[in-house]
């Protein structure tokens, strides 16, 4: 499934080269079809499916197993062959250019060159009144807009900080602009919806949209949950443009009749990876079902598991443009100096006030600390301030008004020490953080490569120093690995916890990766923290 692995090295480079890999791989792709007989259609659909997974050029495992099911023989049902059709006209090219790699049919096309600047989009100057504080289009906008903006359903894989909430959000902005030249009716209901996994990014979306919007008139909502509904149903009765919301309270509103969304031809799932694992598939397929049923679909994900690309085989136009920025496996940033120090649970409290003398002396540089439970988070909170420090929390345990007084204050940097859960730190867009410090281990691996991402951002150098106790040797293996592949220091004391890992191989890294099959049991809501996003 994975696409070539690719370090970006550069982040402003977007240069959009078809390269000789790109005539090699449609070779390929010819001699691959040629390849395949009348009766062989199990293994073409899988070739298909895989085609339409980004940039994959794995072709020899693909006939390994094309001979292997060929001594086996294979039956095929009617509806795989029918969905075979339809994958079958699927052509897919590949541009790569450094750091990136698009994907999907006719690709290539001159319309669709990445853009160079912002003027190159063609779009009106008050569309880009909010793009005038930076010099060109990131990467993932100069290679996503030329698609959007020509109304193609579109997969981006990139992070947080990548610039994707205006990759989306422009396009987003010109199809309301389309649709209000084309009916001029004045009732104003949503055209767009951007679905978010949490609250925190639910309101840094909307932050966004509200301002780019501001220009040419395009109103956005927020609609998310643990807040009062009363101003958000105002909101909706008013009129808007554009609702951002996560799953539960969209749902709630839906079922309401307050919030209407069978005009709504444009859709973004932002973070669907994470929507999915927090167990919101019902909701988001709920909602998706009211939508209108031509419309364009975009899809962000920080990773691509095949529960992810299930739900855009399913919603999505059977041949969407797929972007990668950087690479769709989870990689830790290797700006971020990583220290592991392996201790008993019980000395957490002291040596996190020796790290905060060490790392926060000033009081005034950006501290991250994350824990795993939302009592926790209370509880480190409350010792820090018992203790003399200045901290604030974001937890589930919290109201929402003082999550989001907590989240400013930090931005802001009138209170620079922040414990947070990971439910509520996810996705958010947090500059200058200086120091990670994970108080407890995450649940999985992917989750400590999410938190210490959180610093090490926008070029600059960020340390995630951890504590890693005896009750989390399941993941030493895993994190072992992790520190390995970014050549950071493996401590003695973590390697004596074992470094076996029982999944599966990850194709960076080992097994770090969590690999998803499509037919495990579907997540369920999360109950342990933060059990209230909605
Ligand atoms: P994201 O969370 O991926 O939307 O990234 C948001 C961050 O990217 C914000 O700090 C923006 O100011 C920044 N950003 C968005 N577009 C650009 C751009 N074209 N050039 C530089 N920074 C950008």
Known sequence: MAGPKKQQTEAGIMQNSETKLHKKHKNKQKRKIEEIDAEDVEIEQKLEEEILDAGSTEISKKKKKKKKKDKEGD??????????????????????????????????????????????????????????????????????????????????????????????????????????????????????????????????????????????????????????????????????????????????????????????????????????????????????????????????SATWPPPVHQLAQEFMDPNPVKVVVGSEDLAANHDVMQIVEVLDERARDERLQTLLEKYHKSRKNRVLVFVLYKKEASRVESMLNRRGWKAVSISGDKAQTARTQALSQFKEGTCPLLIATDVAARGLDIPDVEVVINYSFPLTTEDYVHRIGRTGRAGKKGVAHTFFTKENKGLSGELVNVLREAKQVVPEDLLKFGTHVKKKESKLYGAHFREIDANAPKATKITFDDSDED
């Open 75 to 300: 039956g095929v049902s009617e509806k795989e062959a029918s969905e075979r059709k339809v994958a079958e006209t699927a052509e897919e090219e590949v541009i790569e250019s450094i750091g990136v790699v698009v994907s999907g049919k006719n690709v290539n096309e001159s319309k669709y060159k990445a853009l160079n600047s912002f003027v190159e989009s063609g779009l009106p100057e008050e569309v880009l009144e909010c793009c005038k504080a930076f010099d060109k289009p990131s990467p993932i906008q100069s290679h996503s807009w030329p698609f959007l903006l020509d109304g193609r359903d579109l997969i981006g894989i990139a992070a947080t900080g990548s610039g994707k909430t205006l990759a989306f959000g422009i396009p987003a902005i010109r199809h309301v602009l389309n649709k209000r030249k084309s009916n001029t009716s004045k009732k104003v209901n949503p055209r767009c919806l951007v679905l978010s996994p949490t609250r925190e990014l639910a309101q840094q979306i909307s932050d966004v949209l509200c301002d780019a919007g501001k220009p040419s008139g395009v109103k956005s909502v927020c609609i998310y949950g643990g807040t009062s509904k009363g101003p958000q149903i105002s909101s909706l009765k008013a009129g808007v443009d554009i609702v951002i919301g996560t799953p539960g309270r969209l749902k709630d509103l839906i079922e309401m009749g307050v919030c209407r969304l069978n005009e709504v031809s444009f859709v973004v799932l932002d973070e669907a990876d994470r929507m999915l694992d927090m167990g919101f598939e019902p909701e988001v397929r709920s909602i998706l079902s009211q939508t209108c049923s031509v419309r364009q679909m975009v899809m962000f």
